[in-house]
Nanobody, 127 residues
Framework: QVQLVESGGGLVQAGGSLRLSCADS????????MGWFRQAPGKERELTAA????????YYADSVKGRFTISRDNAKNTVYLQMNSLRPEDTAIYYC????????????????????WGQGTQVTVSS
């Protein structure tokens, strides 16, 4: 079973960088694609980036393309989100989640396909 814990959030000025980490304390991390979602106040949760179980496929929302990079280290049971050139509109709670399907071919971007959510980490970007 996947058990996820996010870290790395904080307060940063616009233009700055943060790296989020999401560690899985279970023993099945390698089987699942992973996603980073975010939810800003008053807005719906949205998929920001996703990566397949073998890192062969990635997805980025248009709003973060060229600024965010998702990666994973299966030996460390950890997925990362490197966030550069941060903007005030990136302010949100960031959550990681695991694909419900093990060994998926390709990648999914459907929120309903993700489960095993972490508790979230707050990212605040000041202008």
């Amino acid at each position: 079973q996947v058990q996820l814990v996010e870290s790395g959030g904080g307060l940063v000025q616009a233009g700055g960088s943060l790296r989020l980490s999401c560690a899985d304390s279970g023993r099945t991390f390698i089987r699942y694609g992973m996603g980073w979602f975010r939810q800003a106040p008053g807005k719906e949760r949205e998929l920001t980036a996703a990566i397949s179980w073998n890192s062969g496929r990635t997805y980025y929302a248009d709003s973060v393309k060229g600024r965010f990079t998702i990666s994973r280290d299966n030996a460390k049971n950890t997925v990362y989100l490197q966030m550069n050139s941060l903007r005030p509109e990136d302010t949100a709670i960031y959550y990681c989640a695991a694909d419900r399907a093990a060994w998926r071919l390709g990648i999914t971007t459907r929120a309903a396909d993700f489960g095993s959510w972490g508790q979230g980490t707050q990212v605040t970007v000041s202008s």
